[in-house]
């Protein structure tokens, strides 16, 4: 009896531990389960935000805390989401590694991260992942099979031709897309239907700065909404504004909340002449996001320039250095205003912040002694400029204003002085510029053989787009039709080369005008009739272009 009791004790005690454990572990799963869901929540915030960055910093915390499959595969989810709108898979590859490592034996983990593998480049590792994985599932054998067809689709053309199922072959043939030829990717994205592939071509040929091709292949993808935010990006590229701001609305339309959306349709609308519609929906931006960009700041200012609202944008840009104090365009633009309204004490101020933060910029102390011109007497501003010009004698700026001060006080002897110091100093950068000028004169003045001799002297001792357009001119005049095709070619090349501007698609426009000249001198009406439509895309106010179309048109008729 007693023996009875003993054990009744002995488990009623067990049986209480055992609904302790289970209490705490049912508490501890479930506040972890509420701590991820939460995470999941912020980064859904922040994803209808634009916050893309918060958002990473959400997950990447949800994915310390998940333990399950299910868990990793909502992270990755949303991860997915990041990853298509930022064009940009790397974070994406991240978190899908992270849970491969914690969970090894879930199949759609193992296919998510060798998907993330193939995205960022990683060949041979995502071939691996694919060749060792063994699935049940019909579904994941299916997706197993269309990655590894993507691999050889993607990575290499002769497999297409061979369809070879041997996996060392396909293992030794696959090479990165950073090689690929795009012509080669449209080809098979538009034979087996893959958009994905349409959309790496496209991005290739926008690489090499060929636009409208891009978008031509983009265009073979069909309505797929996916890359309509890429489709926007090409049209603001090509100066197609009016069908940027289509494209934006239609994304806005859905995600109202993209913030990222919102700017570039901003920035669309001002490129096309829309400032009030632009300067309302900059002004909207900042008041629901003010830390979002300093450029909204900048523009919105600019735009109230333009008004001659100079107070306001005064405002706006004290505002923004506020939040961005170490941009130094904002700075720039709050300067000038200040010496527009004559607040000259107020522009002091501004100009000596600027120049602790940057005391290497010459253009800044340049711009201190001119505001500061009437401190000075004569003899010592003169001393001052050329102080600043010994110390910078390849600077075009200092060297401009040194020269235009000289000549206003009557020394041209000493502005000559300065200019071969500078020419000196520029060595043949300087000399291709005289070359490049007396070329422009010589063609002015009739002497076409002179202007084309300078102009290639120019050409090789520097080479500037600008100089290949003016030989092309004056070939175009000699009747070297073949010539100067060439030399636009080189032209549009180191346009291409330079850093983004916005003025390069205008210039661009007028080079494609000139070669749609010389196709229809030569007879070659069909390459014209391209170059001029290519043209009028980039600059739609290219008159010239548009009126040579009509007579094309008028022609054919």
């Known amino acids: 009896m007693l023996k009875r009791k003993f054990i009744v004790i002995i488990s009623g005690i067990l049986f209480v531990l055992l609904l302790s454990v289970a209490a705490i572990y049912l508490v501890k799963n479930k506040d972890n389960k509420n701590t991820i ?26 994915s310390e805390k998940a ?28 978190m899908a590694e992270r849970a491969y490592e914690k969970i090894t034996d879930s199949g759609k983990i193992t296919l998510l991260t060798a998907y993330g593998r193939i995205r960022t480049g990683n060949i041979s590792s995502a071939y691996e992942i694919l060749i060792k994985s063994r699935f049940k599932s019909i579904r994941l054998k299916e997706l197993k099979k269309s990655l590894l067809d993507e691999l050889s689709i993607r990575y290499h053309v002769d497999l297409l031709k061979q369809k070879k199922e041997d996996d060392n072959h396909l293992y030794s043939a696959a090479v990165d897309l950073k090689n690929a030829d795009p012509l080669v990717l449209e080809k098979i994205g538009t034979e087996y239907g893959n958009n994905f592939l349409l959309k790496d071509a496209s991005l290739l040929w926008a690489k090499q700065g060929d636009i409208l091709k891009a978008v031509d292949t983009l265009l073979k993808a069909g309505n797929d909404k996916q890359f309509t935010g890429l489709m926007a990006l090409y049209s603001y590229d090509t100066g197609n504004f009016k069908h940027a701001v289509v494209l934006m609305d239609s994304l806005l339309k859905y995600n109202p909340e993209r913030i990222d959306i919102s700017v570039l349709k901003a920035d669309s609308l001002y490129q096309n002449g829309q400032y009030k519609d632009a300067l309302i929906l900059y002004k909207k931006i900042i008041k629901g996001n003010p830390a ?68 290497g910029d010459n253009s800044l102390n340049l711009m201190e002694l001119k505001l ?36 206003e006080m009557n020394d041209p002897e000493g502005a000559r002085k300065v200019l071969m110091i500078n020419l000196r100093a520029d060595r043949g950068i300087a000399e291709s510029w005289w070359y490049g000028y007396s070329g422009i004169i010589n063609a002015e003045l009739g002497k076409l053989d002179d202007a084309r001799s300078d102009l290639l002297k120019s050409i090789s001792l520097f080479k500037k787009w600008d100089t290949y357009y003016n030989l092309s001119v004056v070939e175009e005049h000699e009747g070297l039709y073949r010539e100067a095709l060439v030399s636009l070619k080189n032209a549009e090349n180191l346009l291409k080369s330079k850093s983004p501007d916005k003025n390069k698609n205008i210039r661009i426009s007028r080079i494609r005008y000139l070669t749609g000249k010389l196709y229809y001198m030569l007879g070659d009406i069909s390459s014209s009739r391209r170059e001029l439509n290519y043209s009028v895309q980039l600059d739609r106010n290219n008159l010239s272009s548009i009126l040579l179309l009509k007579k094309l048109e008028d022609e054919k008729k």
Not at 38 to 49: C, W
């Open 372 to 407: 500061n011109s009437e401190n000075y007497p004569p003899v010592r501003y003169e001393a001052e400029i050329r102080k600043l010009f010994n110390s910078n004698p390849s600077d075009n700026d200092i060297t401009v204003y040194l020269i235009q001060y000289l000549l």
């Open 37 to 62: 869901n939460e995470l999941l929540i912020k980064a859904d915030d922040s994803l209808s935000s634009g916050y893309y960055n918060k958002a990473e910093g959400f997950l990447y915390a949800a």
């Open 292 to 359: 979002f960009s300093w450029t909204t700041y900048y523009n919105t200012a600019l735009l109230y320039n333009r008004y001659g609202k100079y107070k306001a944008a005064i405002k706006v840009l004290n505002r923004c250095l506020k939040i961005f104090p170490d941009e130094k365009y904002p700075g720039l633009l709050l300067l000038q205003n200040y010496v527009l309204l004559n607040n000259i004490p107020a522009a002091g101020e501004v100009l000596a912040n600027l120049i602790k933060k940057y005391p």
């Open 67 to 94: 333990e399950s499959s299910n868990q990793f595969i909502k992270i990755l989810g949303k991860a997915f989401l990041i990853a298509v709108t930022n064009e940009n898979y790397d974070f994406f590859y991240r």
